[in-house]
């Protein structure tokens, strides 16, 4: 116990018990081992001493009664609650009757052998409890650990324990007190869900899908094993990053911002694409779901964002596009320049044959008048094919020129007003974009007279800043404001069309009523 009184000891400022294996001037196992044992013979001396008529000092006398309800109430509580005076013995030490339900021992058997904690202590933690014990007599310092105890029969159980060392004014030790509770279920429960986290750590990395995790600002907390493929960028590179920080266009990073603006007012999944800049400055096309975890008060505590990589099937789908278009536009000029001449040739001839058998009153000139005017209808229907396969001409004012007749047709066919608008010309020299923008001008309408019942639509295309508009509003039904994501094929095909020549296809209603379809998109040449 001399060792303990030394004055170097006393005037040791305490550490931090998670540094006490690397404090200058701290014992090793060794020394801790010995110093503990060095403890517990003096406490059994001091225990032999007690039974040879020494009386504790009359500083540490209690009311019989006060230590009694004090005993009771220690008693009561579900924990192992321990106190023994350093400078006397076991007759002077104290353990509840919890250590016998967590150990199986009984408190006599327990106080009886003032190393049989030490020895109880599992072999895997006995180095660190030793260090940790010894820094808690040599410093002063609480001892707050966690460690495994074997009990009698064999089993393992967890201890959270707290205990301290007073000291007498003169700094000698006193006596230790402390409390340790049975965490056993506690360290079960962290094992399962530990478990439970490496089963969803491996099938976010195994999965094909890219998989983020991201906090309510937008800042990537969990990276899988296929974003890090997809990008060449690894978890730690990315971490506490906004995830539109790798997004190719602003528009895009606005589109992200308002999709994280809608997640936290609802739970709704949000739909969307985005261009992913790659570490070898490579463009990928992600296709994103996002969906909110909410706190129990609805806000979000965490976003969930998987990706599909859609960039070679993009370029696939456009290929394939392309080749469509290129044969429709092939079988439709084939229409109007191979056939259609030929059936005007044919009519050319039965006109003239249908002349001259009326000049000899001929009572078969009526036969050939009725094949004059059925060779007629055939190229009339011939060159209706060929402009729905070819509705644009092949120049630059070709759009211009097939939305205003396809507004004139519509006024014709269904006697409602359809007025197309375009204040300056806006020339395209892409025929495939000028043909995508046509059909999405067509699908639009059509919708505002099937579906919206619409009695006026106008069609306004403009260009300004190296960026077309084409613009279709009506004045029918209009469409819900919360649509669906499976609103209609039509609507998907517009969208696909916009994402095709690089723009962007925005559906909305269009106040007082009616509804506004708007196709934004890039133009190489505005005249």
Known sequence: MALLAQTEWEDRPPQREAECDSIPGLPDVAEAEALLLELASVFASSNGAAANGHTPPAEDAHPSNLEARYRALLEQIPAVVFMAYLDRGVSEAYVSPEIEAALGYSREEWLEDPVRWYDRIHPDDKQRWSIEAASMFLSGKALRSSYRVIARGGSVVWFHCDARMVRHPDGSPWFIHGVAFDISDLKDTERALQQERNVVSAILDTVGALVTV???SG?????????EITTGYALEDVRGRPIWDYFLQAEEVE????IFAQLSGDLLPQDFQSHWVTRHNTHRLIAWSCSMLPRNDGTPSYIIATGIDITEREQLERALLEISAREQRRIGQDLHDGLGQHLTGIAFMAKVHE???AEKQMPDAADAA???KLVNEAIHKTRELARGLLPVVSDAQGLMSALQLWAGEIEDLFGISCRFECERAVLIHDDAMATHLYHIAQEAVNNAIKHGKACNIRIRLAAENGW???FIKDDGTG?????PSNHGMGLHIMSYRAGMIGGRLDVRPSPPHGTGVTCMFPLSSVR
Not at 219 to 227: E, P, Q, S, T
Not at 255 to 258: D, E, L, N
């Open 214 to 216: 991201l906090d309510p």
């Open 479 to 483: 469409i819900a404001e919360d649509r």
């Open 219 to 227: 800042r990537i907390v969990r990276f899988n094993r296929a974003c």
């Open 355 to 357: 002349s001259k058998l």
């Open 255 to 258: 589109r992200a911002r308002s």
């Open 370 to 372: 009725k094949i004059v």
């Open 468 to 470: 077309g508009t084409l």
